[in-house]
């Protein structure tokens, strides 16, 4: 049996603030096997965010162990911790935080770019991403000229563009109108498992959360 793609043992995180210490998470146990979608399910402020960056290996600060395609990553100096992010995960924000003077095809472009892919490649693969999305006619647009649906499935386009083993979404479909985020959750379910990968999905959507493989409870910092 493979290794999971993460596992979080004992992980905890505090932070002060007045002189009180606040847990965020306190002791969270979370396994996910390659291929997986789990929906980290949870009320705003229960602390998906935070566990998300925690297994993105965006800040420190964490107690526990992190384990990323069976690397601990719990004490990988800074530049290990960014090759391990870059060349296993993928990200989708609430906000898609595209670059604003490159249009689409760009946009996926760039991470491929940064990954070592040479440009007729990444350009290849931006093209097959942006037209499963429906964004064929849109690969010169800039984000300031596509729609809000249509910048975020721009955003699943570059989260997949490297073919990350781990894709990370923090309320992925939480700024669109209801109509929109049923299908962009649609076209990333069908993207995410079409290559293969695994995804931890944020959101407080218990309706949308059905949509995945399993569904795991975050609530004031203890996982269920």
């Known amino acids: ?35 997986e979608i789990v929906a980290l399910l949870g009320p705003s402020g229960s602390g998906k965010s935070t566990l998300l960056q925690a297994v993105g290996l965006l800040e420190g600060g ?5 384990e990323i395609a069976g690397t601990d990553a719990s004490k990988l100096p800074s530049s290990e911790r960014t090759a391990l992010r870059r060349n296993h995960l993928g990200f989708v924000y609430q906000f898609h935080h595209l670059l604003p003077d490159f249009n689409a095809e760009e946009n996926v472009i760039l991470p491929q770019l940064v990954a070592g892919r040479n440009r007729a490649s990444a350009t290849e693969r931006a093209r097959e991403l942006l037209g499963a999305l429906g964004l064929a006619q849109r690969l010169d647009h800039r984000p300031s000229q596509l729609s809000g649906g249509e910048q975020q499935r721009v955003a699943v386009a570059r989260a997949l563009a490297n073919k990350p083993q781990l894709v990370l979404a923090d309320e992925p479909t939480g700024n669109l109108d209801e ?27 218990e309706r949308l959360a059905h949509k995945m493989d399993r569904i795991v409870r975050l609530h004031e910092g203890v996982l269920h």
């Not at 964490?62 to 992190?66: D, L, Q, V």
């Open 179 to 205: 109509a929109t985020a049923d299908k962009v959750l649609a076209q990333f379910l069908e993207l995410v498992r079409g290559q293969g990968s695994a995804a931890l999905v944020a959101t407080h959507n």
């Open 62 to 66: 964490f107690g526990g162990m992190i």
């Open 1 to 35: 049996m493979s290794d999971p793609v993460v596992r979080l043992t004992d992980l905890t995180r505090s932070f002060e603030q007045g002189g009180v210490r606040i847990d965020v998470l306190r002791g969270v146990n979370l396994t996910v096997q390659p291929g």
